[in-house]
């Protein structure tokens, strides 16, 4: 299967990085996260983009997590502190873009996918869209301290909680509700809608748009603690090398507890 590729193309003060693996519904390699990065590192460095737009490929996902075939090499926990602290690297490039972005999500946005879209400044989302992070079913690994605060932030602890340890996925109204989606558009409505948003956005100013996003990342980040026991106590378990085993033999897992 492909390893996917991340695009970033332009039309004038609106850019769009596109999540380009539709066969395994956008689910991200590390080659995509680190075509993720240079569109980051190209649109901070770019004054005229007053808007970017993320997409996944295909109209059936947003970004269906991260491709569980890499964890298999995953031995040590410092492995999964690593891991998740180069994932932090690629997500806070994200939080940082100077410029608004704006996540559309059409079917899922899971794991992964999820944390880049709440990395993002807005969201719309097509009616049947799902978002969750269900690894406490399918692998026994955890998120970083700085992804819950993320997640808690965009849709409230009670939500979060839920979510999380029920892993249940969340639908696009309830995402809604909680605020994480500012609309939910029928598919057709789904290009228009993007275009307004952009327009809109497109017209307001650069520099206060700038401030009000960093101060915003900034009060969020403050006081954020360390995680990476919790990480280690995660990717160093029984559970987690059980869970990706089980996962690429797409059977149930058996949990130990270890």
Known sequence: ???????????????????????????????????????????TGDDGVRVAVLRGVGGKAFIAGTDIAQFQEFTTAEQGVAYEAKMEGYLSALEALP?????????WAIGGGLAIAACCDLRIATAGSKFGVPIARTLGNCLSVANYARLVAALGQGRAKRMLLMAENLAAEEALAA??????????????SIAAICERLNGNAPVTMRITKEAIRRLQQAGIPGGDDLVR????????HAGVKAFIEKRAPQWSGR
Request: with cysteine; glycine share 8%.
């Open 1 to 43: 299967m492909s390893d996917g590729e991340v695009r970033l193309t332009r039309d004038g003060a609106i850019a769009t990085i596109l999540f380009d693996r539709p066969q395994a519904r956008n689910a991200m390699t590390w080659q995509m996260y680190e075509g993720l990065a240079a569109a980051c590192a190209e649109l």
């Open 99 to 107: 410029m608004p972005t704006l996540a559309v999500v059409e079917g």
């Open 233 to 240: 106590a995660c990717y160093g378990s029984d559970d987690f």
């Open 179 to 192: 605020g994480f989606l500012m609309d939910v558009v029928d598919s057709a409505a789904l290009d228009a």
